[in-house]
């Protein structure tokens, strides 16, 4: 069983900073990578940011210059750093953790919203 919780979110105004961390536990010695899925009321999940295992990135093209991902091996903990934020940004982020055969496993969420 794979155990995926998140931290962080809330309100921030736009220009405003937020930083979202994310731990896995359990079943994950085959873990590759990572990362920090969004969704607006109405749209479909997107990507924002993952990362490997062996430390390889890939941004969202709205997102970069602006948030940056980063890993801990040692918690199994990625964070995402989130500055210059936009209203844009908000809506639900999920965490998400792959491992090898394609298995997926997902946070509950956390709201971030960014007012204008």
């Known amino acids: 069983q794979v155990r995926v919780v998140e931290s962080g979110g809330g309100l921030v105004q736009a220009g405003g900073s937020l930083r979202l961390s994310c731990e896995a536990s359990g079943f994950i010695s085959s873990m590759t990578t990572m990362g920090w899925y969004r969704q607006a009321p109405e749209n479909q999940r997107e990507l924002v940011s993952d990362i490997t295992t062996s430390g390889g990135t890939n941004y969202a093209d709205s997102v970069k210059g602006r948030f940056a991902i980063s890993f801990d091996n040692a918690k199994n903990r990625v964070s995402l750093q989130m500055s210059s934020l936009k209203p844009e940004d908000s809506g639900t982020y999920y965490c998400?953790?792959?491992?090898?055969?394609?298995?997926?496993?997902w946070g509950q969420g956390t709201q971030v919203t960014v007012s204008s």
């Open positions: 998400n953790v792959k491992l090898n055969r394609g298995y997926l496993y």
